[in-house]
């Protein structure tokens, strides 16, 4: 191997990880700013979690062992999907299956 083929190997390898350290820094900067604004917008547009229907972690209950008595969740308002009057019926159809156009 003779030497300007050893200075262009050299020079594309710094140049590989000069793009990789871009990439690197790319990548993290996308990282924090979208945990900056994912939390900025959840301080400006406070949502409404839905409610937990597992137990409450330990050492958030009020003293009695309970849950902590605080407001009505926001979607207690709103209607809740109801199970229908009765089961569908199947179709008398024979079953078929489309794929594609042809």
């Given at each position: 191997m003779d030497r300007w083929?050893?200075?262009?190997?050299?020079?594309?390898?710094?140049?590989l990880a000069a793009v990789t350290r871009w990439t690197r820094r790319a990548v993290a900067?996308?990282?924090?700013?979208?945990?900056?604004?994912?939390?900025?917008?959840?301080?400006?547009?406070?949502?409404?979690?839905a409610p937990s229907d597992g137990p409450s972690p330990a050492g958030t209950g009020d003293a009695s062992g309970g849950r902590a008595s605080a407001s009505p969740p926001a979607e207690a308002g709103r209607l809740?999907?109801?199970?229908?009057?009765?089961a569908p019926r199947p179709s008398?159809?024979?079953?078929?299956?489309?794929?594609?156009?042809?």
């Open positions: 083929e050893r200075s262009r190997r050299r020079a594309r390898d710094a140049g900067a996308g990282v924090v700013l979208s945990g900056v604004l994912g939390m900025g917008l959840a301080h400006l547009l406070p949502g409404q979690a809740r999907l109801t199970p229908p009057h009765r008398h159809r024979r079953p078929h299956a489309t794929s594609g156009g042809s």
